[in-house]
């Protein structure tokens, strides 16, 4: 079943606006999440990657500022779009590995759409 | 840098037919990962079949194998039986030192099962 939690589903918003999406392990302690992005009709590109009790890590060409990435507990991972503009809408979607699981068992959540107007 | 190669945007198969969904990849790490997801129009990553760098045999997860040939550094996913649902976006996906890391994925396959 499923293991990570993604939520909100889908979310529109005005342009300069804040979103915070929430990854949230739910039968494991993560301490390692990733964000992920796709725009339509390509690949996940990585984005960045959670730690729990510290600062995130960008894949380069990520603006750190624009998307903040807080991992408080070992279950919760949140990615916030700051000041979301039009070209910022795409789908992102967080994975997390359990880390009592053999190597295949990282799972990912259900996505969030976002448009921003 | 670690790449994968998929060099089918798109692939139809009849229903009960096998289909191959071919996967290349590059890296210069000993340790990896290979992984196959399936996204349907829905957006979710469904995890479909893992092989790891060191494993002798191919991996096989029920109507899904993995066609694992390291010289030629290829990945295949092969599905038997097709069925309608099957249709989807599949990637090939590879993490390294093993699995469980960050993933680069490939660019897709969008697969269609026609009757």
């Known amino acids: 079943g499923a293991v990570v939690s993604q939520h909100p589903s889908w979310v529109i918003c005005k342009s300069g606006t804040s979103v915070k999406i929430e990854c949230r392990s739910l039968d494991f302690q993560a301490t390692t999440m990733f964000w992920y992005r796709q725009f339509p009709k390509q690949s996940l590109m990585l984005m960045a990657t959670s730690n729990e009790g510290s600062k995130a890590t960008y894949e380069q060409g990520v603006e750190k500022d624009k998307f903040l990435i807080n991992h408080a507990s070992l279950t919760l991972s949140t990615l916030t779009v700051t000041s979301a503009h039009p070209e910022d809408s795409s789908f992102y979607i967080c994975?997390?590995?359990?880390?009592?699981?053999?190597?295949?068992?990282?799972?990912f959540g259900s996505g969030t759409q976002l448009s921003v107007l | 840098a670690q790449k994968i190669t998929q060099t089918q945007p798109g692939m139809f198969v009849q229903e009960k037919e096998a289909v191959t969904l071919d996967c290349t990849y590059d890296?210069?790490?000993?340790?990896?990962?290979l992984f196959w997801y399936k996204q349907p129009s829905s957006g979710e990553m469904i995890f479909l079949i893992y092989?790891?760098?060191?494993?002798?045999q191919n991996a096989t997860e029920g109507r899904y194998s993995l066609n694992f040939q390291k010289a030629r550094k290829s990945a295949n996913l092969v599905i038997s039986a097709s069925q309608l649902g099957d249709s989807a976006m599949y990637f090939c996906?590879?993490?390294?030192?093993?699995?469980?890391?960050?993933?680069?994925f490939g660019t897709g396959t969008q697969l269609k099962v026609e009757l």
């Open positions: 890296t210069s790490d000993p340790s990896y990962g």
């Open positions: 092989q790891g760098s060191y494993d002798q």
């Open positions: 996906a590879m993490s390294s030192g093993g699995g469980g890391n960050k993933l680069t």
């Open positions: 994975s997390a590995r359990d880390p009592g699981g053999a190597n295949e068992k990282l799972f």
